[in-house]
């Protein structure tokens, strides 16, 4: 049985949708930044980090996952308040920007880590619009302060790459991973 490291329930609808069987154990872990740490390594690491916390049997199959934003050389993670999302949202405002999620599907004979990584094109987005999105519950759990399948929908002029990559997890490529297991 696949043991999902996480407890992000859009990571878990995800797999369900998808069809694999998992459990969901969370495993908390602090997500700091090491210095001159790159966006790609990071998501890597911390991945990695949750898989190995949530494993607890040799029989385990742990998946991973982090999700970050980037824009420019800016990483954005989930907004610490109200101003702080207005701020991701006004940065990533009629601007490209990039998705990375790192996964970890450790058993006890390997433990992959890989990455995907998606362009998300914004609409330019008015102040009031802005507003009305931070004034909803749904930008505060959410790397760079938008759900791409909820009310930020919206914003979104096109995508390159993985669209569940942008909603959490890369269902294609962690599938990939257990098949080869």
């Known amino acids: 049985m696949l043991i999902l490291a996480s407890?992000?329930?859009?990571?878990?609808?995800?797999?369900?949708?998808?069809?694999?069987?998992?459990i969901v154990r969370p495993a908390h872990i602090p997500e700091h930044r090491l210095p001159g740490e790159?966006?790609?390594d990071f998501v890597r690491r911390i991945a990695e980090r949750k898989a190995?916390?949530?494993?607890?049997?040799?029989?385990?199959?742990?998946?991973?996952a982090d999700t970050i934003i980037c824009f420019e050389n800016e990483m954005l993670g989930k907004p610490e308040s109200e101003p702080d999302a207005r701020r991701m949202l006004r940065l990533l405002s009629g601007r490209d920007h990039w998705v990375h999620t790192g996964i970890c599907v450790l058993s006890r004979d390997r433990c992959i880590i890989d990455v995907?990584?998606?362009?998300?094109?914004?609409?330019?987005?008015?102040?009031?619009e802005i507003e009305e999105y931070t004034r909803s519950a749904e930008p505060y759990d959410k790397a760079g302060a938008y759900a791409i399948q909820g009310r930020a929908s919206k914003f979104v002029r096109f995508i390159e790459?993985?669209?569940?990559?942008v909603v959490g997890l890369p269902v294609s490529l962690v599938y990939g991973h257990l098949k080869g297991l």
């Open 161 to 165: 790459g993985c669209y569940h990559n």
């Open 7 to 22: 407890a992000s329930p859009r990571r878990h609808e995800l797999l369900l949708a998808a069809g694999i069987p998992h």
């Open 52 to 64: 190995r916390r949530a494993s607890r049997e040799a029989a385990d199959i742990v998946l991973g």
């Open 38 to 40: 790159g966006a790609l």
């Open 116 to 128: 995907s990584s998606t362009k998300v094109s914004f609409a330019d987005l008015t102040d009031d």
